[in-house]
């Protein structure tokens, strides 16, 4: 934002809802606090529910998985978002890659091709009516975006697979950073390949991931019911 939609922005004496921390921080210095409201959200936590081991295999095997720990990325297909990342983590894994891309053009092509030539990467570009279950059948979710804008400030995918109790394997993009030090998140300090294998098995080491507790309080109805409050 330049200097001139700064200046605009403090005159409009408009007031405003930001979804992140970050946000916060960036519409306070340029408003000041009175005018800006904080609103955690983002996350259906009465969809997206824990399940148990003996329906995660079940799922498993409905979507035609074997029994290795699924690893699992939802969204955009293109570079930005470094899931060329997926490529470094152990054969022992099932990498499940679940695309968001609206169209061929918003489609890296050249990147899905590189990461189909690895045999434990699967690719699922089709609508699943029952998304919950593909974050209930994984064993942790890994979200390794860094570059500002290839992602909305709240990545809803790594928080609705903490509703469903995953463990998160994350870089600390946007609102990612108000979850460390709590319990279920795991956070990435090297893209270092053998860094990168000793954390998600050190996340894949907790029975309980325990990370479902910490997004509660981004729930829509709670949302609502503070933004009602307001």
């Avoid at 498993?60 to 029994?67: A, I, N, V």
């Avoid at 609705?160 to 460390?180: H, L, W």
Wanted: aromatic share 10%; glycine share 4%; proline share 3%.
């Amino acid at each position: 934002t330049g200097f001139i939609s700064k200046i605009l922005l403090r005159l409009s004496g408009a007031d405003f809802v930001v979804f992140s921390k970050e946000a916060e921080d960036f519409y306070n210095a340029i408003v000041g606090e009175k005018r800006v409201s904080y609103l955690k959200t983002g996350v259906d936590t009465q969809k997206f529910v824990p399940v148990s081991k003996e329906k995660k295999d079940e799922l498993k095997e409905k979507y035609g998985l074997d029994s290795r720990p699924v690893i699992l990325h939802v969204g955009h297909l293109n570079s930005g978002r470094n899931v060329a990342q997926l490529m470094k983590l152990d054969k022992k894994y099932q990498i499940l890659l679940v695309l968001s891309t609206l169209t061929k053009n918003e489609r890296d092509t050249e990147l899905e091709n590189e990461l189909l030539k690895n045999p434990n990467i699967r690719i699922i570009d089709k609508y699943i009516p029952d998304i919950e279950e593909i974050y209930q059948l994984s064993d942790a979710y890994f979200f390794p975006v860094v570059e500002q804008g290839k992602c909305i400030d709240v990545p809803l995918s790594a928080m609705e697979a903490a509703s469903c109790n995953k463990p998160v394997i994350t870089t600390d993009y946007g609102e990612m950073k108000q979850f460390r030090g709590m319990e279920g998140f795991y956070f990435i300090e090297s893209f270092d390949e053998k860094d990168l294998n000793a954390l998600i098995e050190k996340a894949l080491s907790r029975e309980d991931a325990r990370s479902r507790s910490s997004v509660l309080d981004y729930d829509w109805d709670n949302a609502v019911m503070r933004l009602t409050e307001e």
